[in-house]
Antibody, heavy 125, light 106 residues
Framework: EMQVLESGGDLVQPGGSLRLSCAAS????????MCWVRQAPGKGLEWVSS????????YYADSVRGRFTISRDNSKNTLYLQMDGLRAEDTAIYYC??????????????????WGQGTLVTVSS | DIQLTQSPASLSASVGDRVTITCRAS??????LNWYQQKPGKAPKLLIY???SLQRGVPFRFSGSISGTECTLTISSLQPEDFAVYFC?????????FGQGTKVEI
């Protein structure tokens, strides 16, 4: 059974740093793009960042570009999110998710088919 | 970025009711639309991908459809375990974006 498990969430002061980890199991980790999605308290979902499995190409939301760095260690089946310059508006539950693809003729569809339980990041003085 | 607007924001329903949630995109996204269910304190769970494909293990009472820029999630007969928040998400153009959610309550 595929599973992802986040860790590393904590209370941090504005301007501080934090590194989240996501341990994956039950699937071929290096074959999948992995993502971080966050949810502020009582709010909706926001895609944060993705990293491809093969060439490790990275993608970021405008709200975090230049402050957050996504990376992965395929030998450890682990995904990371280094968060620097944290702001109050970064307070959220951060979910690790596997991105799956579905091919139909010439179209490729993407979706998040496996999510972790989330880890809470609180940015406050 | 593609904006997704869900309606209604919340609805009250009873067990056995047919429930329909709509997600309207700011531009044509064809079938590049997914639906998730989230229960309190839990991670989102994939229900529907590619507009109308049912994720493995999801009950057949859930279905999705697409018409132009409007996408619909239908629960044919609401069950007690279906009371939750439902989100749509587009995978047509990065950045992937989500609707604001629809809360289904008693």
């Amino acid at each position: 059974e595929m599973q992802v498990l986040e860790s590393g969430g904590d209370l941090v002061q504005p301007g501080g740093s934090l590194r989240l980890s996501c341990a994956a199991s039950g699937f071929t980790f290096n074959s999948h793009t992995m993502c971080w999605v966050r949810q502020a308290p009582g709010k909706g979902l926001e895609w944060v960042s993705s990293i491809s499995g093969s060439d490790e190409t990275t993608y970021y939301a405008d709200s975090v570009r230049g402050r957050f760095t996504i990376s992965r260690d395929n030998s450890k089946n682990t995904l990371y999110l280094q968060m620097d310059g944290l702001r109050a508006e970064d307070t959220a539950i951060y979910y690790c998710a596997r991105e799956a693809t579905y091919q139909l003729l010439s179209a490729t569809f993407y979706y998040f088919d496996s999510w972790g339980q989330g880890t809470l990041v609180t940015v406050s003085s | 970025d593609i904006q997704l607007t869900q309606s209604p924001a919340s609805l009250s329903a009873s067990v056995g009711d047919r429930v329909t949630i709509t997600c309207r995109a700011s531009q044509t996204i064809n079938a590049y639309l997914n639906w998730y269910q989230q229960k309190p304190g839990k991670a989102p769970k994939l229900l529907i991908y590619a507009g109308s494909s049912l994720q493995r293990g999801v009950p057949f009472r859930f279905s999705g459809s697409i018409s132009g820029t409007e996408c619909t999630l239908t629960i044919s007969s609401l069950q007690p375990e279906d009371f939750a928040v439902y989100f749509c998400q587009q995978c047509h153009t990065t950045p992937w974006t989500f609707g604001q959610g629809t809360k289904v309550e008693i």
